[in-house]
């Protein structure tokens, strides 16, 4: 629900964006105990989870703090911090469920690209360390605007909620 108001000293209206949804995230102090992978890997599938769909080796999540809609993991289900750790099969159904994730979002987003990023170990910026995963990010041209760059927000069109159910059923119609 954009507003617009005048800036302090300036005759120019600056735009602002309200998203209420986020302060459940900003002024959340409980840290989970265990891995936020391992866990979501025991439960039921849906919403809680957000696994969208589950392989032999690995799993599917979507990312519940997206850089954009659509932002989804491959994640293994074995516990493991780094990529050499895991077995081939394992690192290979990473790749296929990888490649999978960039058609299902071609054809729910149409993105004009992809960031495909592994980040291992915490100096490389791993938000779950201990847990190695793939992130798959669509890209569209023009989307990282002033929101990003100086007001380090980022604003999604869509409700974290409906992007699960999308790439849900996306998936189940492309077996």
């Not at 000293?9 to 964006?17: D, E, I």
């Not at 102090?29 to 080796?57: P, S, W, Y």
């Not at 799993?59 to 993991?73: A, D, W």
């Not at 729910?108 to 201990?130: F, M, R, S, T, W």
Request: aromatic fraction near 10%; proline fraction near 6%; glycine fraction near 8%.
């Amino acid at each position: 629900m954009p507003g617009q108001f005048l800036c302090y000293n300036s005759p120019t209206p600056m735009n602002h964006l309200w998203s209420p949804w986020r302060m459940e995230y900003i002024e959340n102090t409980d840290k989970v105990d265990g891995c936020i992978f391992c866990l979501a890997q025991a439960m039921e599938d849906g919403a809680e989870n957000l696994i969208a769909l589950r392989g032999k080796h690995a799993f599917v999540i979507l990312n519940r703090y997206p850089y954009t809609s659509g932002h989804l993991m491959v994640v293994p289900f074995e516990h493991q911090p780094d990529l050499e750790t895991l077995d081939s099969v394992t690192r290979a159904e990473m790749m296929e469920l990888t490649s999978r994730c960039t058609t299902i979002l071609k054809n729910i987003y149409k993105p004009q690209g992809y960031n495909l990023g592994v980040n291992i170990g915490e100096a490389a910026g791993a938000g779950v360390p201990g847990h190695v995963h793939i992130h798959i990010v669509p890209r569209w041209r023009g989307d990282t605007n002033f929101m990003s760059t100086v007001g380090g927000a980022r604003v999604l069109p869509e409700a974290l909620e409906v992007t699960y159910q999308r790439v849900k059923d996306e998936f189940q119609k492309n077996k």
